[in-house]
Structure formats: C-alpha cells, structure tokens
C-alpha cells in the first residue's frame, strides 16, 4: 500500500484570517488523503479474498527452513533402519532360546516348579555347588550321583562352618563328623561309629573273609558261632588267648571235636566253683607212667584219682595203685 503526500505552506508573515484558512486547508488535505488510504485497503482486500485475480506480492529477502535436511536426514534414517535391525535379532534369538531351553510355564527344560519344590527328570549336570534341604528320587527309580573325580556332600550350621562330610572319591569314601550311624527302614541303628566306641545293632555279625577277622584288641561279645558245617577256630599266631567270663564259658561242638592246642600251658582255671568234665570217656593219653621200683620210691610221679562225686585229686605214685575209695579229700568240700 502506498501513499502521496503533498507539501503544505503557510505564510508566515500573514496573520490573523489568512492563518484560519491556512490551518483549514491543512485539515481537508489530510481528510482527503485518509480517504484516499481507506480506498486502497479495502481494494487490496477485496482482491485478496477474490478468486481468479492475481496480486503480485512481496518478495521476502530472508527464509527460514524447519527440519532435518541432508546427510544428517539420511544418518537419522540409517541408524532408525540400524536399531530395527537390532530389535528383529534380539527378538529371533529370545525366540531361539526359548525353543532350545524348553521355556515353560510350569520350569525349562527338565526342570519343573511344583508345589513340594523342584523335579528334575532325566540326566541333570551341575558345575558349580548344589545347596537343597532334601534330595530324593522317584518311586520307581534310584537315586544316582555321579562325578569324574569325587561326590562331596556337605552339611553345615547357622554360621557357615561344615559339621558333617561325606566325600566318595575313586578309591576311598570318607566320612568327617562327631558320629555316622546307619539304620534301617524302621529307624533301628544298624551301624555306629562314634570316637569311643563301634556299635553293631544287628542279630548277627558275619564275616566271609577266609581269613576271618582280626583284632588288635580284646573283643567282648556273648556268643561266637561258626556257619553251619564249617569249623570255628580262634587262634592267637604270637601271643596268648585269654577267655574270661564272670558266670562261666560253655563250649559246645554239636557235631565234631573241641580241640586246645598250646605250644606251652593251657590253664583251666576257676575262681569260684568247679571244673566239670562230662563225658563218658575222659582221656589222658600222653601222662607219664611210672616204672616198677622198690616200696615207697614215687620217681616224682603222681596219680589222678576220681572221688565217686567226680572230684579229681593228686596222690603220690607207687607200685600200686594208691587212690582210695574213701580219701579225706574226698570227704572234705
């Protein structure tokens, strides 16, 4: 839009009257040029809002463009592609381990969550320490652990320190603790170890070694039997054998011999009572005899008599017999 404005002069040496129209000539000019602007704005609107007419408009020196534009659209571009690329390969491989693992919504793999806690089917291996409270097999199957070098089961208390192992290793199972017992089904100790003493809780003891067993020390127990049809020998190879009982020892062969042999004295001793012999025949076979001599020479010699209670005695040998029916020993008890 643009506007004419003319000069107005007023004589400055004209007063009074001439001043008065000076001043109204000054007023109709500028009413006459507002006219003039308000035509032309109206005009320039009506075009502007008028279609098929043309209006040339200013040109703008300065234009600011928004935007990413040349190679930093195509980086923007190129990583956007960039991290798709990365998200489809972490999705496909999510999916790959999943597949693989036998994800599942009850565990993965052979592992299964159950209310009683984990259940492992089929063959498990672990490489580094197991901790559980209780480890148990089906019901129809054995529990089995294995290892190339040892099984090392370990248990401990509140504080960390290990009270109880049991190693197995490839040549020699080891046990570390205050006591290891053994029992059966219905919790009867079947086998005791502690630092004082071994307890054995069953019936029988069997020992299959065709050495038997050896003992360093003595051993005390109420009855040594052998199998049936078999011998029973207790051998001392350098030292004595020595039995003691406070109320007696019986020795009963059912079916063959007792046999003691010694390579120096066997002792038959008791502190309270008497040594009974009960058999039909008792034999002596290897006592020495005495030679046919003069009246009263014993040679050193004595005779055993037997008292009609079976009482058995010593009595000086002679040429005769010199056993009496009636002996003091006899009589005395």
């Not at 234009?63 to 390969?89: A, D, E, H, Q, T």
């Not at 809780?201 to 051993?219: I, M, N, Q, W």
């Not at 009960?278 to 004595?302: F, H, M, N, W």
Request: a neutral charge; charged letters at 20%; glycine letters at 8%.
């Amino acid at each position: 839009m643009k506007g004419t404005a003319g000069t107005l002069l007023c004589p400055v040496a004209e007063r009074g009257h001439q001043e008065d129209n000076c001043l109204q000539m000054i007023q109709n000019s500028l009413t006459v040029a507002l006219a003039s602007i308000s035509k032309q704005m109206v005009r320039e609107q009506y075009t502007t809002t008028t279609p098929g007419t043309s209006l040339e408009r200013p040109k703008n020196e300065y234009i600011y463009k928004i935007g990413i534009y040349g190679w930093r659209k195509r980086c923007l571009y190129l990583f956007v592609l960039l991290l798709l690329i990365i998200l489809v390969v972490n999705f496909s491989l999510t999916i790959w381990i999943l597949k693989v693992m036998w994800f599942s919504p009850t565990g993965m793999g052979h592992l299964r969550v159950t209310k009683e806690g984990l259940r492992l089917e089929g063959e498990s291996e672990f490489l580094f320490p197991l901790y559980a409270k209780e480890i148990h097999s089906r019901v129809d199957s054995s529990l089995l652990l294995q290892s190339t070098h040892n099984v090392t089961v370990n248990a401990r208390n509140s504080n960390g320190e290990v009270t109880g192992r049991l190693n197995v290793g490839p040549k020699m199972v080891e046990f570390h603790g205050q006591q290891f017992q053994i029992s059966s089904k219905d919790g009867k100790p079947l086998f005791t170890v502690d630092e004082n003493e071994v307890v054995i809780g069953t019936d029988k003891l069997r020992v299959t070694g065709p050495e038997g067993a050896l003992f360093e020390h003595s051993v005390e127990t109420p009855l040594v039997k052998a199998e049936a049809f078999k011998q029973l020998r207790l051998e001392s190879p350098t030292r004595s054998l020595s039995m003691d009982a406070p109320r007696g020892i019986n020795m009963k062969a059912q079916a063959g011999n007792i046999e003691a042999l010694s390579q120096m004295d066997i002792k038959l001793h008791s502190s309270d009572g008497v040594l009974l012999l009960d058999a039909e025949t008792v034999r002596l076979p290897k006592l020495p005899e005495g030679t046919r001599g003069g009246s009263g020479i014993s040679q050193g010699l004595y005779e055993i008599c037997v008292c009609p209670d079976g009482k058995l005695y010593l009595s000086v040998a002679g040429v005769g017999s010199t056993c009496q029916e009636y002996s003091r020993v006899c009589q005395t008890r």
